[in-house]
């Protein structure tokens, strides 16, 4: 449910939200999977090109979810994976888009059309360091396509809560944060990096929102 209320947890209180959601049974990650799809749905007509940048955590895992999602809903998928996915949740994801038969790819260069969107599921509200080389790299590639983009929790290389750059950081036309707001996508840099914020609650119970 996008949710119109501005409501910020820290980052423990999040960990805790979905600590309790996973402990009820409730898969946040499949929720803000849909709900990525959704908005795209509403943004870009069937049989689009998607290009899904996927990182080696969860928010790679959301954007795992998102892709296949999509990939059922007959868009055209590409996912950039530019380094093996490490979480389990993203690794049970990417199973499953082997079995589908999503395209993937390792170096943007071998895209062979090009996107109508880019999808940014690299980095999420867990970094809290300097990228390295590489990462800042495919950052800039990204950012080169001059695309529309739309950045999952927070645009990758950004600190969602202090504001830090860690370095290159995409450069979201839309940014859609789950759970609850992240006060660094509202400074005055944030909101050159993150466009657009659209807050989804994923629907989540009331007695799982902390006071």
């Given amino acids: ?33 849909r709900s ?10 069937t049989a689009s090109h998607i290009l ?9 895992g959301d954007a795992l979810w998102a892709g296949l999602n999509l990939h059922s809903r007959d868009y055209q998928v590409t996912l950039f994976i530019p380094e093996p996915v490490a979480s389990p949740a993203a690794i049970k994801a990417l199973a499953l888009c082997h079995i589908n038969k999503l395209p993937i790819i390792t170096h943007l260069d071998q895209l062979t059309t090009r ?11 867990g970094l809290n360091r300097p990228l390295s ?6 950052i800039s590639q990204l950012n080169a396509f001059n695309l529309p983009t739309l950045a999952l929790d927070t645009p990758s290389g950004l600190d969602a809560y202090t504001g830090t750059v860690y370095g290159s ?9 789950f759970l609850g707001d992240k006060p660094a996508l509202h400074t005055e840099e944030g909101k050159k990096l993150a466009g657009e914020v659209i807050v989804d609650i994923l629907d989540l119970p009331k007695n799982m929102i902390p006071t």
């Fill in 169 to 177: 950081v995409i450069k979201a036309t839309t940014t859609l944060t």
């Fill in 133 to 138: 080389e590489n990462w800042q790299q495919f």
């Fill in 52 to 60: 899904i940048a996927v990182g080696t955590g969860n928010n790679g």
């Fill in 1 to 33: 449910m996008i949710n119109n209320i501005v409501t910020t947890y820290t980052l423990p209180q999040l960990r805790q939200i979905e600590q309790t959601a996973e402990q009820a049974g409730i898969d946040l990650m499949q929720r803000a999977a």
């Fill in 115 to 125: 996107p109508k969107l880019i999808i940014d599921g690299l980095f999420g509200i």
């Fill in 36 to 45: 990525t799809a959704d908005w795209v749905n509403h943004q870009y007509p």
